[in-house]
């Protein structure tokens, strides 16, 4: 099996930084770091300072640690994290990048020190590959799906129209 271990260069897609618009919470917020980010705080003045003042991913990230946590961050930052993802990939030239990766699998290299979403030398928890290659199969499955009632229904026109 193959890997990719760093997203940037061609897999650059891959990261939390690519513009990739996200719709939560009735804002629109202009990448995955921008949402996670903003979602540390229950405070809707802060979604929105998010959405529409931060303007870089960057930004977004390094504003995330200024901001109180809401108590059950821990808890839910991996599910927050997937359903971003997931809104991101709905994009279909995003989603079609994703399902071009195949069975590669998926390691949010960095040298930055991140080895809860990410690897360092190798080592760390890689929550973000994990989710990304779990979100990939997912979209997988949903496009096999599509295409197999788009089949079906090609086939279902032709008999009536026999």
Known sequence: MNAITRF???YEFLS????S???HNGLLF???EHAFQ???S???EIWKVFAYEVYTPGDAKRKGRLITMRPDWDEIKYDRMKLFVH??????PLRKFLLDTGDAHLEEGNNHGDTTWGTVNGKGRNWL????MEVREEKRKEMEKKNAMIKNSRYLKGLRDE
């Open 129 to 132: 590959g994990k989710i990304l």
């Open 30 to 32: 202009k990448t995955v």
């Open 42 to 44: 229950v405070d809707e």
């Open 16 to 19: 939390n930084f690519y513009p």
């Open 38 to 40: 903003a979602e540390k």
């Open 87 to 92: 809104k991101k990939f709905k994009l279909p």
């Open 8 to 10: 940037s260069g061609e």
């Open 21 to 23: 618009p996200i719709i």
